[in-house]
């Protein structure tokens, strides 16, 4: 079972924009395409800020003489931060949007998540509905 942290809007509900599940733990996608996963995410300053990492970071590597073993650790941690980091940020944007993280849910997927937050609160269903 997956945990995911439950983000209302309180403006009103639109079960499209007002209402976000976000998974805990480790973000794989976050993890392999990490500067792609924060741009498809719209998280701009965090894609441009592992953009500027990965860039300075094989500059100055190369700049050094470190060998091509090195320069793939050196992505790989910065892979690894963009996976443990990744979901915190997708959650900080959301607080920025006017969110709030209402609840902590768990499921064998996203929709078994959320609809065990909508069976615990069945008053967010009727707001979703309308």
């Known amino acids: 079972m997956r945990l995911y942290t439950v983000h209302l809007r309180r403006q009103g509900l639109d079960s499209d924009r007002d209402l976000a599940l976000v998974k805990e733990g480790f973000a794989w996608p976050a993890f392999f395409f990490t500067v792609l996963w924060a741009f498809t995410r719209r998280l701009w300053v965090a894609g441009c800020a592992l953009l500027a990492v990965e860039l300075a970071a094989g500059f100055?590597?190369?700049?050094?003489?470190?060998?091509?073993?090195?320069?793939?650790?050196?992505?790989?941690?910065?892979?690894a931060l963009a996976g443990f980091f990744g979901n915190d940020w997708v959650r900080a944007k959301l607080a920025r949007q006017g969110f709030v993280e209402t609840a902590v849910v768990t499921g064998n997927g996203e929709d078994v998540a959320l609809q065990r937050f909508l069976d615990v609160r069945p008053t967010v269903a009727e707001g979703l509905l309308t």
């Open 60 to 79: 100055g590597l190369t700049t050094i003489g470190a060998d091509s073993v090195t320069q793939a650790v050196a992505s790989f941690a910065i892979a």
